[in-house]
């Protein structure tokens, strides 16, 4: 399997964002599963649950970010990174999410942020960012949306990539496995 473009970034960001450290509190049902979600990949540190169509693949980045990919036509790609962080760096969420926002774009060749604003991520408050940014050769612009938020003592980070000319047809996909994520508490 190729690895899409987006996966260094990805890959940053998971490692940047990850603390080790076993998972803490009690289980708990987080979001239910919608139609289509039929598979199912838990973090390494027992925080969350990626639930996605079939013909994407997840994997473990790091000590236990979730990426979700899947591999389009014409050699485009789209990926999806879900990060639990068990000890956040910060408790309250403006600047939580400024500090893991930073790290996560860090790595994005000729990132612009376009919006910052109040949001609903996976069902709990948080701040959704919008950007785009180039792929290496600067050949093709992928938006780019983020959604961090603070839960039960734990950091969230919710970020997917898309090619800007296919993200109309393909948002509403990624969005949906953002909202079927089981929060395991």
């Not at 009690?26 to 990949?41: L, P």
């Not at 473990?60 to 999806?80: K, W």
Request: hydrophobic share 35%; glycine share 10%.
């Amino acid at each position: 399997m190729r690895k899409p473009l987006s996966f260094i970034a990805l890959l940053a960001l998971a490692l940047l964002a990850c603390k080790k450290g076993p998972p803490s509190g009690s289980s708990g049902a987080g979001t239910t599963t919608t139609a289509g979600m039929t598979q199912s990949f838990p973090s390494k540190n027992g925080l969350i649950t990626a639930h996605y169509p079939a013909e994407f693949a997840a994997s473990t980045v790091g000590t236990s970010s979730i990426v979700v990919t899947r591999n389009l036509p014409g050699g485009l790609d789209e990926a999806l990174a879900l990060v639990p962080i068990e000890k956040p760096i910060s408790s309250d969420l403006k600047e939580f999410a400024r500090v893991i926002g930073a790290a996560e774009v860090k790595e994005l060749h000729g990132y612009v942020e376009s919006s910052s604003l109040p949001a609903t991520c996976a069902g709990r408050p948080g701040i959704e960012t919008t950007g785009t940014w180039k792929s290496e050769k600067g050949s093709l612009t992928y938006l780019r949306k983020g959604c961090h938020f603070l839960d039960n003592g734990h950091g969230y980070s919710i970020s997917y990539s898309v090619p800007s000319t296919i993200a109309a047809t393909e948002e509403p996909t990624l969005r949906a496995i953002r909202e079927a994520t089981q929060f395991n508490r």
